[in-house]
Nanobody, 129 residues
Framework: QLQLVESGGGLVQPGGSLRLSCAAS????????IAWFRQAPGNEREAVSC????????MYVDSVEGRFTISRDKAKKAVFLQMNSLKPEDTGVYYC??????????????????????WGQGTQVTVSS
């Protein structure tokens, strides 16, 4: 069974950092484009960052540019989202998602977000003082 599992969420004060992990069971993440999405209460799910299967053309949503970093560790077979300078508006459930192969163009956006095939259960991130 193909599964994605996120970890690393928690409660952090504004300005703090968290590192989210996305691991797979049943398949090799190396061949997949991976994206992180988040959903805050009352809001639609939004794509936050993505890393294509060939690790170039990484993307970030404008609101996290310069604060978040997505990376892939092939030895650990995981994808990470390092989140620094966290703000209360970063609060939400964070999901990782996988798309087989390179994306058809850019790795996030209205034309590709619906193509992600595998999703994790999510990890809660709460930024609050």
């Amino acid at each position: 069974q193909l599964q994605l599992v996120e970890s690393g969420g928690g409660l952090v004060q504004p300005g703090g950092s968290l590192r989210l992990s996305c691991a797979a069971s049943g398949f090799n993440l190396d061949f997949y484009t991976i994206a992180w999405f988040r959903q805050a209460p009352g809001n639609e799910r939004e794509a936050v960052s993505c890393i294509p299967s060939r690790d170039f053309n990484i993307m970030y949503v404008d609101s996290v540019e310069g604060r978040f970093t997505i990376s892939r560790d092939k030895a650990k077979k995981a994808v990470f989202l390092q989140m620094n300078s966290l703000k209360p508006e970063d609060t939400g459930v964070y999901y990782c998602a996988a798309l087989w192969g390179p994306p058809p163009g850019i790795c996030m956006g209205p034309l590709v977000n619906g193509r992600y095939q595998y999703w994790g259960q999510g990890t809660q991130v709460t930024v609050s003082s």
